[in-house]
């Protein structure tokens, strides 16, 4: 883990429209330096009048944001906009939901567990056609989703597709996210950048109340999770870690992961959880 990487690029289009460029490579994985960068973040765009619109994408063209960080998840750097993870996830996810600032993911890559969740997080998604992809991973590994993953997608998809998702622990591309309603739209993805751009430049041309009060009204009426309901997932989480399954490395039925091709895996995350192929 790099510590002295800077893991967010914020590009301010015009004063109402930001895009956040994710990159921590190797694997864009979600690591304690990532998320104090992504509090602050907050602070920012919470505290200008003028910004309307925040779009997330990646640098990294095979992976949106990978799962967290597991060998230093606990881990509380001395840096600014720090926080527990684990303790502070649901407030993160709670003021994401409730700022005033509408919140795009523009996913191009990989979006596995902690990443698919964020995604879920923001107001919207578009989606690559041909490089996106969703998978939570946890089930595969004797755990759960514990960071909303859950609530979104029984709002979004329905119990059934929901149960499939979570309990697969499998990979679903854009188009098949466009038809379950987790993406807003499948874009092929030549023309991903320009579309979301068009539209982002539009949102940020409305009176920034408008959006606002448009955002606050249809929370109202969809269902977002609350704070107290992500912190229920989140600790249920926590109590797997002391399952005799949750501690076995992601198994399967006896089987472990191979992870001395660390590359391989982190690109076939879904797959691998899976039975051999006969």
């Known amino acids: 883990m790099n510590r002295e990487l800077k893991r967010l690029e914020v590009v301010k289009v015009n004063e109402g429209y930001w895009r956040v460029i994710i990159g921590n490579p190797p694997y ?8 104090a960068e992504l509090n602050v973040l907050m602070d920012q765009m919470d505290a200008d009048k003028k910004l309307k619109v925040v779009v997330f994408e990646s640098a990294n063209e095979h992976f949106f ?6 060998e230093h998840r606990l881990e509380v750097p001395d840096v600014p906009g720090a926080k527990p993870f684990f303790h502070e996830w649901p407030t993160f996810v709670t003021r994401l ?3 005033p600032v509408l919140t795009i993911s523009k996913v191009r890559g990989r979006a596995w567990a902690q990443g698919f969740e964020f995604a879920l997080a923001t107001d919207m998604i578009f989606a690559s056609k041909e490089k996106a992809k969703f998978s939570l991973v946890e089930v595969g590994g004797g755990s759960i989703p514990g960071g909303g993953g859950v609530e979104w997608l029984s709002n979004l998809c329905g119990r059934a597709r ?29 023309k991903l950048d320009d579309f979301v751009d068009k539209f982002a430049k539009r949102i940020a041309s409305f009176p920034k109340r408008s959006l606002y009060v448009g955002k606050k009204l249809v929370n ?3 269902y ?3 704070e107290g309901t992500l912190f229920t997932s989140n600790y249920m989480l926590h109590a797997f870690d002391d399952w005799k399954e949750g501690r076995e490395e992601y198994p399967n039925d ?9 590359e391989d895996l982190e690109l076939n995350f879904p797959a691998r959880l899976g039975p051999d192929e006969e």
């Open 28 to 35: 864009n994985n979600w690591d304690p330096y990532l998320f």
């Open 65 to 70: 944001i990978d799962h967290h960080d597991v």
């Open 97 to 99: 939901v409730n700022s």
């Open 162 to 190: 929901a149960l499939e998702i979570v309990l697969s622990a499998d990979e679903y591309g854009a188009e098949l996210g466009e038809k379950y309603g987790f993406v807003n739209r499948a874009i092929d993805d030549d």
């Open 220 to 222: 109202a009426r969809a």
């Open 224 to 226: 977002a999770p609350d």
């Open 254 to 262: 006896g089987k472990q992961l191979d992870f001395s091709n660390i």
